[in-house]
């Protein structure tokens, strides 16, 4: 079991940034990759980014490229969004999440399997 908590989301004009964290627990060694999805409300779940946990490879959301950057930290289990130039689009619920195997839809929230409780992030204009 992993377990998965987020942290930083928060109130911010446009324009402005933010750095979310995401602190992971329990059998962290069984993780494959870590992501960040978000959800405005009466939307469908998206994906944000992702980082795979051993060889930092990268993939971003085309909503959120060159504005956004993930990163990790293997020794302390943790995994970070900065958030750059944010535009009110942007306010939703973040959510870290992890999967423990290869899949052919990386992008796909069903794919994860372990989820954190989710933090909110409100841009306004």
């Known amino acids: 079991q992993v377990r998965l908590g987020e942290s930083g989301g928060g109130v911010v004009q446009a324009g402005g940034s933010l750095r979310l964290s995401c602190a992971a627990s329990?059998?962290?060694?069984?993780?494959?990759?870590v992501a960040w999805f978000r959800q405005a409300p009466g939307k469908e779940r998206e994906f944000v980014s992702l980082?795979?946990?051993?060889?930092?490879?990268?993939d971003y959301g085309d909503s959120v490229k060159g504005r956004f950057t993930i990163s990790r930290d293997n020794a302390k289990k943790a995994l970070f969004l900065q958030m750059n130039s944010l535009k009110p689009e942007d306010t939703a619920v973040y959510y870290c999440?992890?999967?423990?195997?290869?899949?052919?839809?990386?992008?796909?929230?069903?794919?994860?399997?372990?989820w954190g409780q989710g933090t909110q992030v409100t841009v306004s204009s």
């Open positions: 329990g059998r962290t060694n069984s993780i494959y990759a």
């Open positions: 980082i795979t946990w051993i060889d930092g490879r990268i």
């Open positions: 999440a992890a999967r423990d195997k290869i899949t052919n839809t990386p992008k796909g929230a069903s794919s994860y399997n372990y």
